[in-house]
């Protein structure tokens, strides 16, 4: 089973429309969660780290579940320039490096 | 401030022939890792090193990669005797402290191995 698991899409949605991501991670030692966006031929960018008590930043809210082991990535009023592949990375206690999922894509059409 | 740098940006290689790739980090980021993503598929790990502490290898595919880190800076890797499969993007990244931190990517060396 893979350490990280997202629904590949892709997600087309119109602008303003709110949209939402799932990730889930299969090792209950996982410890650290980030979301990441990448754009076409481009390197992954920190979008947000996920908090146990969920987070907010602007449009983009970030929820963990622990119990049901995995994040969520909810995006409102969604913006053409939110068009991307949104990647979800995930620590756990003992590894060094951060576990990648093969990432969401998303367009947002006008 | 700068972020993490790669370079060369694109490289093409010859089937058996060796490359280096080089990583500048961020300034004052103890930690640095390589990853390397191919077309359609996640990233995948390839070495850890954290200040002086002995590099994390475990993801290194052969003996045919290897990676230095000099002076807790830059570092380089290095594929010998490329093979088709090794083509790839491979992604440089940074971060305060290890483990569980946020981690910031350079832009990646494209390599093509024909």
């Known amino acids: 089973r893979k350490e990280v698991e997202q629904d590949p899409g892709p997600f087309n949605v119109p602008e303003g429309a709110t949209v939402a991501f799932n990730c889930t991670y299969s090792n209950s030692a996982s410890q650290s969660f980030f979301w990441y966006r990448q754009d076409c031929r481009k390197e992954p960018k920190l979008l947000m780290s996920?908090?146990?008590s969920g987070n907010e930043d602007g449009r983009f809210t970030a929820q963990l579940n622990r119990a049901s082991q995995y994040i969520s990535l909810l995006i409102r009023d969604s913006k053409l320039s939110d068009s991307a592949t949104y990647l979800c990375a995930v620590n756990r206690k003992g590894a060094n490096n951060l576990f990648f999922g093969t990432g969401t894509r998303l367009t947002v059409i006008p | 401030g700068a972020g993490v740098s790669q370079s060369p940006s694109n490289k093409v290689t010859e089937k058996g022939k060796d490359v280096e790739l080089r990583c500048d980090p961020i300034?004052?980021?103890?930690?640095l890792y390589w990853y390397r993503q191919s077309l359609g598929q996640g990233l995948e790990f390839l070495i850890y090193f954290q200040g002086n502490s002995a590099p994390d290898k475990s993801g290194l595919p052969s003996d045919r990669f290897s990676a230095e880190r000099t002076g807790g800076s830059v570092s380089t890797l290095t594929i010998q005797r490329t093979q088709q499969e090794d083509s790839a993007v491979y992604l440089c990244a940074s971060s305060l402290g290890g483990q569980g931190r946020e981690q910031y990517f350079g832009p990646g060396t494209r390599l093509t191995v024909t």
């Open positions: 996920v908090y146990s």
């Open positions: 300034s004052g980021h103890t930690a």
